[in-house]
């Protein structure tokens, strides 16, 4: 297994709270969370390029809590 190289952006540096990203092989993308770094989710660029759009886009901003 090739080792992971985790990113975060450089605007965490003032928040403990942060999401990490990394490149997961057969175009996986991988995601964690800096508080809890063993919760690991994966995706594919497609559907995390489609869920930034739909985020930006103000698709999630009427959400109900469950």
């Not at 297994?1 to 450089?10: K, N």
């Not at 739909?54 to 109900?64: E, I, L, P, R």
Request: aromatic share 8%; net charge negative; with cysteine.
């Amino acid at each position: 297994m090739t080792p992971v190289s985790w990113r975060q952006s450089s605007y965490c540096q003032e928040s403990a709270s942060c999401v990490n990203v990394a490149e997961g092989e057969h175009d996986a993308i991988m995601l964690r969370e800096s508080e809890q770094p063993e919760v690991v989710l994966t995706t594919t660029r497609t559907r995390l390029r489609t869920f930034i759009r739909a985020a930006k886009a103000g698709q999630f901003d009427q959400v109900a809590e469950f």
